[in-house]
């Protein structure tokens, strides 16, 4: 990891006038700026130029780096990368270049940003508390290479709580680490006082919202998925069933996106709600409708553009039977939705990530097999 120590950091660098060659004295954010000194870098130390890290030392001197980096950016090359620069005629300093750059503060990484689904009260709001206002946390790769995809994230928990540790935050660092950007979505639940079809709707806008936004994240639009565990796995499973193309005359742009998550991932998914052993009593009326009851039941509904979905789950799911993941698989299989199914012989409920567990850790590396397969890891674009 390049960064300098603060005292460093805070020297200031006089930037060169504009149409003045840029240097080993230039920042390495006015080199990485210039397409001619970025290739410049790229032919002659590669290894740095190409770095995901390099961002934590824009502002510092391509001299000062050497510092840290000895053994590559010797005196020799330095020499050789200043001729290079000053040989080239586009390696110049610019208006934008001379702008001072915001000095980085390294605990930025250290903090998470949450937003709102909707700017102002959400859809079938009950009050102003904080489990009325649905939300996405971001966990971004930062200085870790980035794949252009994203993943909403829903914890599980009955629909009456939320893990958003163990099936939020771990998940989402999890995702970041590999090169996925991932949303932490906070649904409204039904010890709040929301029942059925309100989760779906809160699912719903949380995949618009991150497609709407895609170009601010460096997120491809048609590489957004979600994963889900137990509740937040059906959930996942109802988004993927029962999506929409968008409203192209909403007057908000977010409701203009499509629902449709491209890829899921279902961790031990409650699909039939009365197979599982715990109670959900009154996410729909007890007399419910029939269509009602079909809409809870995501099995019925997968289609043949649902999106292709890998599931996990163990035979000793003391909640929720394995028997969930092989009716959704059976009813991927017969639309012709691509699918993987993985059951480990043993685990309980809520396993989460699995890394406590030497059996339940390898799903984790057959998810990211599964997502590599599918082009959603792979292809960095930073």
């Known amino acids: ?32 700026d210039n397409p001619a000194s970025r290739a410049v870098l790229e032919r002659e130390v590669p290894v740095i130029a190409k770095s995901p890290q390099i961002s934590a030392a824009r502002d510092i001197s391509l001299r000062m780096v050497a510092q840290y980096a000895p053994a590559i950016l010797t005196a020799e090359k330095m020499a050789l990368i200043d001729a290079a620069l000053a040989a080239d005629p586009a390696a110049v300093a610019t ?3 001379r702008a001072p750059a915001r000095p980085r503060d390294a605990r930025e990484a250290l903090s998470l940003q949450t937003i709102p689904l909707w700017p102002g009260k959400a859809p079938g709001s009950l009050g102003d508390r904080p489990m009325d206002m649905p939300t996405l946390t971001i966990v971004k790769p930062d200085e870790a290479p980035s794949f252009g995809s994203a993943v909403v994230v829903a914890p599980g928990g009955g629909y009456v709580g939320l893990a958003t540790g163990m099936e939020g935050r771990q998940v989402a660092d999890w995702f970041a680490a590999n090169g996925v950007t991932a949303f932490i979505l906070s649904y409204r639940l039904l010890s709040s006082g929301y029942g059925h079809p309100t989760q779906l709707t809160d699912a719903e806008r949380a995949l618009r919202w991150v497609r709407s936004h895609a170009s601010e994240y460096g997120i491809d639009p048609n590489r957004i998925g979600m994963i889900g565990f137990s509740a937040g796995g059906h959930l996942t499973a109802m988004a993927s069933t029962q999506f929409d193309a968008g409203n192209p005359s909403s007057d908000d742009p977010v409701e203009q996106a499509s629902s449709r998550p491209d890829f899921a991932v279902l961790g031990y998914a409650a699909i039939d709600l009365p197979s599982n052993r715990w109670q959900s009593n009154g996410f729909i009326p007890k007399h419910a409708a029939p269509e009602t009851r079909a809409q809870v039941a995501p099995a019925r509904n997968v289609r043949a553009d649902t999106p292709p979905t890998f599931l996990v789950h163990t035979t000793t799911d003391e909640l929720v039977p394995a028997t969930n993941a092989t009716l959704y698989y059976d009813a991927l299989v017969k639309a012709g939705v691509p699918a993987e199914l993985h059951i480990f012989a043993n685990g309980r409920h809520g396993l989460g990530l699995g890394q406590s567990e030497d059996a339940l850790s390898a799903w984790p590396m057959l998810l990211r097999n599964w997502l590599k397969d599918r082009g959603i890891i792979g292809s960095a674009t930073n």
């Open 95 to 97: 208006e934008k270049a």
């Open 1 to 32: 990891m390049l960064a300098a120590p603060a005292s460093v950091a805070a020297q200031d660098h006089a930037p060169p006038a504009a149409g003045q060659s840029l240097s080993v004295d230039s920042t390495m954010g006015e080199l990485l």
